[in-house]
């Protein structure tokens, strides 16, 4: 939890003299997302939806307590840009990739010497890290023949419509007609490969990051290509912001112990201010 949040949360749920202090600690505890701000789980209830949507997987009724930056993408041409400071310098940045990738790209890091840590989506599973890079997954989906299914529930993401059908619908996107979006007999991989993303999404507590390789592509034709497609309509959506450079300076990491203890300090300081009638306003 950080420094600010419980201000924010009980300035704005108390201020009014309406709710009480229990009542505001069981909001934050029922209803908020500690581990990250607004956008981060902007992107990541964005695939939710898609899983909802598709699969009929029920979505996770989250608020963040706090805002943040939007989360960056970046093409890049090869792996070895990763290693040019003018393209990235991000020494604090965790990489999070597919299981599949992960042998191959630490291979790939030793030889170029790049120094971050790199989990695959099952080793990453439960842990948090301040920067987060996510490294490949749409050109993972692209080359797991997967193309046709991601670029048309990414369309379906601009439909506010709750069916699955087009036919009731007749919405286009992009100047192309949504297709039944229902995957649970058709492509249930894809169910699985938004779970693996939005897994990987997840792993964010401050800066997140999505890197996609232009080789990865490679034989295709660029408007096929699933990372740049994915890329557009988050953009589009409101929920990234491309980029061409990646600077991360020095972050301190705080544990989870460290976490949890700073959000009991904040809390137990709210209390005692309310018994003392101070204003909220005043945390720090």
């Known amino acids: 939890m950080r420094a600010a949040t419980v201000n924010d949360v009980f300035y704005s749920l108390v201020k009014d003299g309406k709710h009480k202090v229990k009542d505001v600690l069981q909001y934050i505890d029922l209803q ?4 990250t701000h607004a956008q981060n789980l902007a992107i ?16 996770t009724r989250e608020l963040a307590l706090i805002d943040g930056e ?23 940045i965790v990489f999070v990739a597919p299981d599949e990738k992960v042998h191959e790209l630490r291979l790939q890091f030793q030889a170029l010497e790049i120094h971050n840590d790199v989990f695959g989506v099952r080793e990453a599973k439960g842990l948090e890290f301040d920067a987060c890079a996510l490294l490949g997954f749409f050109g993972h989906f692209d080359e797991l023949g997967s193309n046709d299914e991601w670029q048309n529930v990414l369309r379906w993401l601009s439909s506010s419509s709750t069916t699955t059908k087009t036919s009731s619908t007749g919405e286009k996107v992009d100047g192309l007609m949504l297709t039944d979006c229902d995957y649970r007999l058709s492509a249930p991989n894809v169910s699985d490969e938004a779970m693996m993303l939005y897994t990987a999404l997840t792993r964010a507590r401050n800066h997140l990051y999505l890197i996609e390789l232009e080789s990865a592509s490679k034989g295709k034709q660029q408007s096929k290509s699933l990372a740049q497609f994915a890329f557009r309509r988050l953009k ?3 929920l990234v912001k491309p980029v061409s450079f990646i600077k991360e300076g020095h972050v301190e990491e705080i544990t989870p112990a460290e976490h949890k203890a700073r959000g009991v300090l904040y809390v137990t300081q709210a209390l005692n201010m309310s018994r003392n009638m101070e204003p909220f306003s005043s945390v720090k």
Request: glycine fraction near 8%; hydrophobic fraction near 40%.
């Open 44 to 59: 990541g209830q964005a695939v939710r939806s898609i899983l909802a949507r598709s699969f009929q997987i029920p979505m």
């Open 32 to 35: 908020m997302n500690h581990r």
């Open 236 to 238: 589009d959506l409101g």
């Open 70 to 92: 939007l989360p960056k993408t970046m093409m890049v041409k090869k792996i070895c840009d990763l290693a040019d400071t003018s393209t990235f310098q991000g020494g604090n």
